[in-house]
């Protein structure tokens, strides 16, 4: 085997990675130790800014492959039946910070990459179908009712009940949040959803809206909170070793891709509004098709690389698939592409993981760490309009049907005419006497800590999803306070 010589990082030969450079043995240390000097400094910068949500995070390559004709509905490439499609996943929890553990009783983040022949597309869900919030403006509010008190610097229940005893459309999700569902035992045992609606659009140029629903073929398997509790006593990194350690073994997990489909007709027509993120399609009127399906098989060899630098933004679509209305689809537009240039940088999609697996030619130029030059192909092509022959060109041939909108441009009180409360009861309704028992019994475990006038005010919602909801939170309640 060849010898292979330590370096510095401008590939200089390193002599001697043990001792400092000293004058004497007993020191001081000589300023010209110039390696010393970049060890150190190389480790001053280990650690980026982490993720404002979804900060702890598994995750794994694989392959989408569809497996029925759906041309009827888009044109996507990847989308065709046959298609094989190379793919990263990455699960997370939403509110706990890079060093939280596993297996906490939180929303998981389910965002997926599929790096297709137009370019990647992300679609950057969560394990629900729905979200707290309709409108784009009470994210960060939300969020910050999720993290630590500025002066505590401890979570705070009242401060998550206080918002959503005056944030009613958040009670569906906080239903599946204490459900069974809100503590899944891996993330191979949890469904994934793109929960916004976006459109499909077909080579005639016709939108049709559809919801994507990654169901799992390992079953659903889910912890209590004791269980939780015993399951972080024993290990922290319980995701990861069971997500790691199942694609080392060869255990590969799979999802079956469906998708719901609404025609622009059927979308007028619907008695809720069919882009608001606190509302599912329901299965009777719009079911679910069988698409396809996709496997995990493969470990990043580089966790920080493939998965911390992972950047999944729903600004990523490509021909074939487009946006929707949903008001916090579009600020998630901007604002996950937004949050990547500031943790990774200006070239965040040029890092391998990120980078699409076809040909890229843009006009954007220099900015830190541009390590790919120019991307038109050309050095004289660095501006456009211009006539130089070969040069990338806009294709109209991609341009989307025109979605037609209409009203007056003003702020709507956006829960106004929005019922916040039936389809939380349906999700009630739905489940078994056990499972009701453990949703109120978590229900009123969250609530230790908040201030009695809170409880009451959020109990009002609560009875307005169903009286027997809010009478066996009451119940769960009463019991624990003996
Ligand atoms: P359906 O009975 O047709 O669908 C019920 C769905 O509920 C199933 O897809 C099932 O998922 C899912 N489910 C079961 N238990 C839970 C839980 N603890 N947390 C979250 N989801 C659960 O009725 P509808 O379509 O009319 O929906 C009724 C309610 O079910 C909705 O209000 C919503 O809360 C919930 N739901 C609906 C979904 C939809 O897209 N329509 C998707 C997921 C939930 P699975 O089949 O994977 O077991």
Request: glycine share 8%.
């Amino acid at each position: 085997m060849t010898k292979k010589t330590m370096t510095t990082s401008a590939g200089a030969p390193v002599s001697d990675n043990q001792n400092s450079m000293t004058a004497g043995a007993r020191g001081p240390v000589l300023l010209q130790d110039y390696q010393l000097i970049e060890k150190l400094a190389h480790q001053n910068r280990e650690r980026i800014p982490e993720r404002v949500v979804h900060a702890k995070g598994w995750g794994a390559y694989g392959a989408l492959r569809i497996t029925e004709d759906i041309s009827q509905y888009t044109k996507a490439k990847a989308l065709q039946k046959g298609a094989t499609t190379p793919m990263l996943a990455r699960f997370s929890t939403v509110a706990g910070e890079l060093g939280a553990a596993d297996n906490e009783r939180d929303v998981r983040g389910f965002a997926l990459k599929f790096y297709t022949d137009d370019g990647n597309w992300d679609l950057v869900g969560n394990n629900t179908p729905v979200f707290f919030l309709r409108d784009p403006y009470k994210f960060p509010d939300f969020i910050h009712t999720q993290k630590r008190h500025p002066r505590t610097n401890m979570r705070s229940a009242e401060a998550m009940w206080d918002y959503w005893s005056l944030s009613p459309e958040a009670l569906h999700q906080v239903t599946i949040l204490m459900s069974d569902r809100g503590c899944p035992t891996t993330p191979m045992h949890m469904n994934g959803y793109g929960s916004h609606t976006y459109s499909l659009i077909n080579d005639q140029g016709e939108r049709t809206w559809v919801k994507f629903h990654f169901k799992t073929q390992q079953g659903h398997q889910h912890l209590t909170n004791a269980e939780s509790g015993a399951k972080i006593g024993e290990t922290r990194e319980g995701y990861q070793e069971a997500l790691f350690g199942a694609i080392e073994d060869g255990d590969f997990p799979k999802w079956t891709l469906q998708i719901q489909v609404m025609s622009e007709a059927e979308a007028a027509q619907t008695a809720f509004n069919p882009f608001d993120l606190t509302k599912v399609w329901p299965h009777a009127d719009f079911p679910p098709i069988t698409i396809g399906e996709f496997e995990l098989n493969r470990n990043p060899d580089n966790y920080f690389a493939e998965i911390e630098q992972a950047a999944f933004s729903p600004s990523n679509i490509v021909p074939g698939v487009g946006f929707s209305p949903d008001k916090v689809l579009q600020a998630r537009i901007f604002s996950y592409a937004d949050a990547h240039r500031y943790r990774l940088g200006t070239h965040y999609e040029a890092l391998p993981v990120n980078a699409p697996k076809c040909p890229v030619h843009h006009y954007h130029k220099d900015g830190q760490m541009n390590f790919t030059g120019g991307r038109t192909g050309n050095p004289d092509v660095y501006y456009e309009p211009n006539s130089i022959e070969g040069a990338p060109r806009e294709d109209r041939d991609f341009a989307e049907p025109p979605l037609a909108v209409s009203g007056d441009a003003d702020r709507f009180d956006h829960r106004e005419g929005n019922d916040d409360y039936s389809q939380a009861r349906a999700l009630h309704d739905l489940m078994d006497d056990a499972q009701r028992a453990r949703l109120y019994q978590n229900t009123a475990e969250a609530m230790q800590g908040a201030k009695e006038e809170t409880i009451a005010r959020v109990l009002t919602h609560y009875e307005q999803i169903s009286p027997a909801y809010a009478n066996g939170i009451r119940t769960a309640r009463m019991a624990m306070q003996g």
